[in-house]
């Protein structure tokens, strides 16, 4: 019955594959992913519990991104995300992460699109007891698929990486899923 469902939504989509925009829209996106990471620590720095002396590795924490969008032009969002931690951090803490940035959709407005999201970092997780600066810069950037199947609600799948600089020299490379909605 679900399956049902689901097929006759995508198939009204197609048949009314019109304008997708999001132009002069508002949003809210909702992302739960996780990944793996690799640091190259700064000196004598300690900033994670396993790895060798000057690289650290292993799994990233859970995060949920919570995602605030204007549609500025038909294939242009401008995207305040934030990250918070579902799971501790080597840190013992969650991550807290501000993303501004721009999101654009490669093949314009049709139902199904592709988009590419690039943004800045400002990590603000906590690092008490640590020897590191208490916040860290970067560039984040997304590659998704996406799936309008309302001219107000979609769904979509993202892969992403993300490179640090202030900490230490941190490369992460993410997957996740979410659903957004936008109106008017």
Known sequence: ??????????????????????????????????GYRVLFKYGSAQTCGHGGDSVCYGRLPTWLDLKAYFGVGRAI???????IGLENDFTASRPLVIMPGVRV???????????????GVFDFTSTTGLQLAQYDFGIHEVNGFAWDFARWAGVYFQISETFAFVRSFEFQLEAGAGLGGRFP
């Open 105 to 119: 959709y490669t093949l314009g407005t049709p139902p199904l699109k592709f988009f590419v999201q690039v943004q």
């Open 1 to 34: 019955m679900r399956l049902l469902l689901l097929l006759l939504l995508f198939s009204a989509s197609l048949a009314h594959a019109g304008d997708r925009s999001h132009r002069l829209q508002f949003g809210i996106d909702a992302t739960v992913g996780t």
């Open 77 to 83: 969002d401008v995207v305040v995300e934030q990250r």
